[in-house]
């Protein structure tokens, strides 16, 4: 006797939208380190902040965190690293 199976996909295909690159700043004087939360990401940072750091003197960095790596950032910490930096980059561990 022969069983039948019914083999589904579990991917889906999202419509996305291309967005606009943000415009480049003239000049950047302080650069927010976004750490997203996963393990080791905090590793990664913290190497990328002394390399600006060692490449760029008189630089600020501010090192924020989100509060779960399977969460979003809040408005409020978003809003917050928009206010108080030039530039950011997020970190990604593991």
């Known amino acids: 006797m ?3 199976f ?17 415009p480049r700043p003239a000049e950047i004087h302080t650069v927010g380190l976004l750490d997203n939360g996963k393990p080791n990401s905090d590793k990664v ?22 509060p779960g790596a399977y969460r979003p950032a809040p408005d409020s910490l978003l809003d917050k690293v928009a206010t108080e930096c030039d530039v950011a980059l997020v970190g990604i561990g593991d």
């Open 45 to 66: 940072l913290k190497k990328v902040a002394e390399m600006l750091a060692a490449q760029h003197p008189g630089l600020t960095i501010h090192y924020y965190r989100k």
């Open 6 to 22: 019914i083999v589904l996909d579990p991917t889906l295909e999202v419509e996305t939208t291309r967005k606009e690159r943000a």
């Open 2 to 4: 022969t069983e039948k």
